[in-house]
């Protein structure tokens, strides 16, 4: 069964860093596109990064490109988000999840199959 976990959330000052981490259990990264989303309360769900499985491709939402970095270990079945020089409105739940491999680097809500339960990032001072 296809299962995605997320960890590294937390409380963090403007100018700080964390590194959120996506366990991937039953299936093979290799075959997947893997994309972190997040959620501002009252605002819809936006994808911030994805990183293709076969090709390490990756992609990034404009306002965190220079900030964020998408990183995965296949062997570890891990993929990471590496965000630096937070900012208060990167606060949200950050989910990552999972679709086939397809031609492109998805970032929409919809074009994602499975998901994570989220774990939550807040930037305040």
């Known amino acids: 069964q296809l299962q995605l976990v997320e960890s590294g959330g937390g409380l963090v000052q403007p100018g700080g860093s964390l590194r959120l981490a996506c366990f991937a259990s039953?299936?093979?990264?290799?075959?997947?596109?893997i994309g972190w989303f997040r959620q501002a309360p009252g605002k819809e769900r936006e994808g911030v990064s994805a990183i293709m499985g076969n090709s390490g491709s990756t992609k990034y939402l404009e306002s965190v490109r220079g900030r964020f970095t998408i990183t995965k270990d296949n062997t570890r079945k891990m993929v990471y988000l590496q965000m630096n020089s937070l900012k208060p409105e990167d606060t949200g739940v950050y989910y990552c999840?999972?679709?086939?491999?397809?031609?492109?680097?998805?970032?929409?809500?919809?074009?994602?199959?499975?998901w994570g339960q989220g774990t939550q990032v807040t930037v305040s001072s």
């Open positions: 999840a999972a679709v086939w491999v397809t031609a492109g680097l998805p970032m929409k809500v919809y074009e994602y199959d499975y």
């Open positions: 039953g299936f093979t990264l290799n075959y997947y596109t």
